[in-house]
């Protein structure tokens, strides 16, 4: 059973329209991570999420952290082609090892110009 | 530049040959990992170092071993490489139990 469920698993959109991806589980975290992934590198953080019901904002992306803390959107407003690439998320269970973080298997989103 | 290194980025290898991927970072970070990454699986932790001769198991440990002698170098050992370990692995370091910095991945091919 996959801890972090992430949909929808692929995302194929026109620039300029907007979406947004969902990171579901059954359990309490006590953080969450938004991760976006390029082809050929590393993930690299957009953005930590750690209170309930919190909203972040990044330039067009929006954050959100349920309010019971088991799940998160995130928001891309008017995409562009640069906002391509592969979305994890990823969370420290509440309770669990601080040291272990555990991903979602990840969006792969295309915006075509 | 602040950064995580992994050698090689790419190696085909064979059943058997033991092999030893390299991970540096340059940022003094206490706390290293090491991921797979596969399609339809997503991304896995194999091992992890809280710091210095401190390591422990990830969600998917066997047919792998690490070691930390030193805080910068993290590397991961297939004793004896099997074709299921083919994958692309990611080393990451971070300075807390937060935010992760990656590396640029190792594609690992074993026939």
């Known amino acids: 059973t996959q801890l972090l469920e992430q949909s929808p698993q692929f995302l194929s959109i026109q620039e300029g329209e907007n979406l947004t991806v969902y990171c579901n589980s059954s359990?309490?975290?006590?953080?969450l991570q938004w991760y976006r992934q390029e082809p050929g590198e590393g993930p690299v953080l957009l953005v930590t999420?750690?209170?309930?019901?919190e909203v972040k904002k990044l330039k067009r992306l929006t954050f959100q952290f349920g309010d019971a803390r088991k799940d998160s959107s995130l928001h891309i407003t008017a995409a562009q082609p640069g906002d391509t690439g592969l979305y994890l998320c990823a969370g420290v269970r509440s309770g669990g090892s601080n040291y272990k973080l555990t991903f979602g298997k990840g969006t792969l989103l295309t915006v075509n110009p | 530049e602040a950064q995580v290194t992994q050698n090689p980025r790419y190696l085909i290898t064979v059943t058997g040959k033991k092999l030893t991927v390299t991970c540096s970072q340059n940022m003094n970070h206490e706390y290293m990992s090491w991921y797979r990454q596969d399609p339809g699986l997503g991304l896995r932790q194999i091992y992890y170092s809280m710091n210095v001769e401190v390591t422990d198991k990830g969600d998917v440990p066997e047919g792998y071993k690490v070691s930390r002698k030193e805080k910068r170098n993290f590397p991961l050992i297939l004793e004896s490489p099997s074709p299921n370990q083919t994958s692309l692995y990611f080393c990451?370091?971070?300075?807390?139990?937060?935010?992760?910095?990656f590396g640029p991945g190792t594609r690992l091919t074993v026939l």
């Open positions: 999420v750690v209170t309930g019901g």
């Open positions: 359990s309490v975290f006590s953080s």
């Open positions: 990451a370091s971070s300075p807390d139990r937060g935010r992760r910095h």
